[in-house]
């Protein structure tokens, strides 16, 4: 199916120079060992793993237990794959003995739903696809679906509806569907990250859909991350030096319905709303799960509830690029 909506939104990690993704051309030429990188999707994202390893033969086993990783969670968390355990979730409205990875990616966006005043919500789904229909139609209202109809797809809305445990998940309202498309890809970039780290990789960049740096490079200096609104951008618009750190970062114009640019893909379960309160969210975190969650529901507030969000969590840092080009930095 020719240009599928994948709704992820922007991930804006690209080079800082030309030469090796992700990778300077000067970083390259000081690595102690040679840089084994592959290239892949991981929930329909690009994905990208740079491994600097000795043993090259060792570096091919571990991309293929990583790719081997990245098809298992898909399995469980794609909205695109018929038979996948959310797509299961979403027809039925419940499921029993769910796998352990769902559980615990659920659990934490329940806490990322309560930091953030349920900002961030994964329940989201029912709103995003009346955009998508909406919008699909030819000669569409410019002006975005109806009130009504946003009336009725926010009473599917509300992670409080969700009943969550070990041995189930359910949906107490009828016509509820989750999307993980917030925070899987974080997830499956921290799950790679522990595979490669009990292996005894001390120095890689792995890309998932979201980035997480293991140590620095292997002559000391940070790994460089280029952040930009969107992923065709010709040139970042800011370059971070990240060491045992995640980056995300999100765009309502990652991807946009109809021609007007005036909807993007980033919508607030609270009004069913699109807002566009910045140009660009990247979140600095110690796991690319978190750093994925808040930058999706960072997108969604203003600079003060950013802020409060923060004070919880000090070990956030946010970059924001203001609708004019202006840019900020909290934390």
């Not at 020719?2 to 080079?15: D, K, L, P, Q, Y």
């Not at 609270?270 to 997108?299: C, M, N, Q, W, Y």
Request: aromatic share 6%; glycine share 10%; proline share 5%.
């Amino acid at each position: 199916m020719g240009n599928r909506i994948t709704r992820r939104r922007a991930i804006c990690i690209m080079a800082a120079a030309a030469g090796l993704p992700l990778l300077g051309p000067s970083i390259r030429a000081k690595a102690a060992a040679p840089a084994v990188t592959w290239k892949g999707q991981a929930l329909g994202a690009p994905a990208t793993l740079v491994l600097h390893l000795d043993d090259e033969a060792q570096a091919a086993r571990l991309i293929d237990r990583v790719v081997a990783e990245i098809s298992r969670l898909e399995n469980v968390f794609s909205l695109y794959r018929s038979d996948s355990v959310l797509s299961e979730l979403n027809r039925a409205g419940a499921i029993a003995t769910p796998p352990s990875d769902l559980v615990r990616l659920l659990e934490a966006c329940r806490e990322y739903w309560e930091a953030t005043n349920g900002a961030f919500d994964p329940t989201v789904q029912p709103l995003w696809a009346l955009y998508a229909r909406h919008f699909s139609v030819e000669g569409a209202d410019p002006a975005g679906p109806s009130v009504d109809a946003k009336g009725q797809a926010l009473a599917r809305v509300g992670f409080d509806k969700v009943r969550l445990g070990r041995d189930r998940v359910v949906f107490t309202r009828p016509g509820m569907a989750l999307t993980l498309n917030g925070i899987a890809q974080g997830y499956i970039t921290d799950r790679v990250v522990g595979l490669l780290r009990d292996a005894g990789v001390a120095n890689s960049l792995v890309s998932m859909g979201e980035i997480r740096a293991i140590g620095a490079q292997s002559d000391g200096s940070p790994w460089r991350v280029g952040l930009a609104s969107t992923e065709d951008a010709p040139a970042p618009d800011s370059i971070l030096g990240i060491v045992n750190k995640a980056v995300a970062t999100s765009s309502q114009d990652g991807f946009v319905f109809g021609g007007s640019g005036r909807f993007g893909h980033i919508v607030d379960p609270h009004s069913g709303e699109v807002p566009r309160l910045f140009k660009r969210v990247s979140v600095i975190a110690p796991t690319a799960t978190e750093a994925d969650a808040f930058s999706t529901a960072f997108s969604l507030m203003d600079a003060s509830d950013i802020q409060r969000v923060r004070e919880g969590h000090p070990d956030l840092a946010v970059d924001l690029v203001s609708t004019s080009g202006e840019r900020g930095r909290l934390g």
